[in-house]
């Protein structure tokens, strides 16, 4: 996926600079700002990503949380699929703490197996 992001970034024209390595190890390692963090990983896992994403993230950046539906198991407790409970659980637990944050307002987008969008509250004032 590396190569095809890579080389999807350099047709466009895009000067990304892509972190291929494993996202814990990557994350304790970083010390510069984002302005775009994507979250596709372990689902028991999510909390961790997140709140180092957070430490990270630019005041305007964003956070996406991909498949955070999963298969519409988080909404749905009648098609619940028994090896998934643990699952199931992490992620609702996840999507309440991400939800809660009163520094982020975060969105749930039903689309596909769901995404999350998460980003700093601006004070209006």
């Given at each position: ?24 190890k990557a994350l304790n390692n970083i010390n510069q700002g984002f302005d775009f963090v994507f979250i596709d990983a ?84």
């Open positions: 996926m590396y190569e095809i992001a890579k080389s999807n970034f350099k047709k466009y024209g895009k000067d990304i600079n892509i972190i291929n390595m494993d996202a814990k372990n689902k028991s896992q999510y909390k961790y990503y997140f709140d180092k994403s957070i430490s990270l993230l630019n005041k305007n950046g964003i956070i996406v949380c991909d498949n955070i539906l999963f298969r519409g198991e988080i909404a749905n407790d009648n098609i619940v699929d028994k090896r998934d409970i643990t699952i199931v659980k992490n992620l609702r637990k996840f999507l309440s703490y991400i939800t809660d944050l009163d520094e982020y307002i975060t969105s749930i987008i039903p689309i596909g197996d769901g995404i999350s969008l998460s980003t700093r509250r601006i004070d209006e004032r």
